[in-house]
């Protein structure tokens, strides 16, 4: 079974800290997606990842950054955290769309609040 | 831009009850199309995959469908149970490797 391993379920930050939220998944999926989830809003694409070193914005990239070194981690960075960061934010990851199905694994969550 | 919707936005049935839970989107120049669950503060599970060419996908008491060309998508359950309570999504895949998720039903099966 895939499997798509988020390093933390649960973070408590302040104002203006550094935070990286950590993704890993192991089927050597070429794609790999950051996503948050508000209520009411649904799920907006932050970034995601094509391959290694590669990225590309998603529809609301303001605040955030990442990093994909290997092919199988994909971070995400809030290089500065404000409190309507506070979100649940799920990493995802997929085979591209040239191949058989494209479907898409997600990992557990990651609930963040800042304070 | 790709919209999705979902209706209702929430269902409660009783058990034993089929139900049906419905996406629509706007945009027929889609890649595939996934159906997946959510329980509460957890992350999204996938259900059903239909790819573009296909018509229906079936897993277990689920059959998902597929209709390009009224940009429809329904996911039949059979037999429902309270175990299927929990928030079911749909999203579809564009040709640049981005979803566009629907805001779910939620879902609701009382013993």
Known sequence: ?115 | KQEVTQIPAALSVPEGENLVLNCSFTDSAIYNLQWFRQDPGKGLTSLLLIQSSQREQTSGRLNASLDKSSGRSTLYIAASQPGDSATYLCAVRGSNYKLTFGKGTLLTVNP
């Open chain 1, 1 to 115: 079974d895939v499997k798509v391993t988020q390093s933390s379920r649960y973070l408590v930050k302040r104002t203006g800290e550094k935070v990286f939220l950590e993704c890993v998944q192991d089927m050597d999926h070429e794609n790999m997606f950051w996503y948050r989830q508000d209520p009411g809003l649904g799920l907006r694409l932050i970034y995601f990842s094509y391959d290694v070193k590669m990225k590309e914005k998603g529809d609301i990239p303001e605040g955030y950054s990442v990093s994909r070194e290997k092919k199988e981690r994909f971070s995400l960075i809030l290089e500065s955290a404000s409190t309507n960061q506070t979100s649940m934010y799920l990493c995802a990851s997929s085979t591209p769309d040239r191949a058989d199905t494209g479907e898409l694994f997600f990992g557990e969550g990651s609930r963040l609040t800042v304070l």
